[in-house]
Structure formats: C-alpha cells, structure tokens
C-alpha cells in the first residue's frame, strides 16, 4: 500500500468552501473542475471542554464551520481515484489509482475559493 501524500499550510479557506457547499446544497456527489468528489463524512468536536471529537457521516452545520475538524471525501477523475483528507493545517491523498501533484490540486480547489467568497 503506497504511503499517503500530504502538504501541510493553511487550508481554512479549503474547510469553509466545502462545509458552506455541503451545508447549503446537500449533494453526495458533485463535480470540481475535471474531478468527481463524493462526500463520505466529516469530524467535529462535540465537546469543547475535552476535544471530544465525533465523525458524522451526515452534512456539516454551516454554523459551526469553526468546530469541524476534518472532512473527507472520494476524489475521481481519467485514471485516478484517492481519498481526500481535509484539515486546517493539512491536506492528505490515499492514492488508489493512478497520482496527481497534490500542491496543483489544491491550487484548483482554491480557485472555487474564490468564487465562492
């Protein structure tokens, strides 16, 4: 099995785009530039006071996007599929299929950022 690949930033931006989409448009499945993402869950602290952390696999409350900790989701595209791990400090790839540059990527997915804002 082929070790995750992983870059780590500020991915905020990245965070909040999704779970405002997910929130509002309640879709499973959607497409991002030439890529299929499907929405498998999510993890939130539940309880502040002990980090309790909770994986939901139901859609995000766009009002608590600050509690959110980690969305994931299954990434297809022509010759690829990989699982895609979102955090705040950090994006991460499970390669199944095939391998693409995580940095352009996640450039891409800025680029929806931005209109989004």
């Known amino acids: 099995m082929q ?3 992983k870059i ?5 931006n990245i965070i909040e785009y999704f779970v405002r989409m997910l929130a509002i448009q309640k879709r499973r499945n959607f497409p991002l530039h030439n890529f299929s ?3 498998i869950s999510h993890t939130y602290v539940k309880n502040a006071d002990n980090n309790e952390e909770i994986e939901s696999i139901d859609f995000p ?3 608590n996007v600050d509690r959110v900790t980690r969305l994931l ?3 297809k595209g022509e010759n690829l599929s ?3 791990e979102v955090r705040w400090t950090e994006l991460v790839a499970n390669f199944k299929d095939g391998e693409i540059d995580l ?3 996640t450039e891409l997915i800025d680029q929806s950022t931005f209109r989004f804002f």
């Open 61 to 63: 409350d766009k009002e």
């Open 8 to 12: 780590e930033g500020d991915f905020g």
């Open 3 to 5: 070790e995750p690949t």
């Open 82 to 84: 990989f699982d895609f």
């Open 103 to 105: 940095e352009s990527f």
């Open 73 to 75: 989701f299954t990434v």
């Open 37 to 39: 993402f499907e929405y």
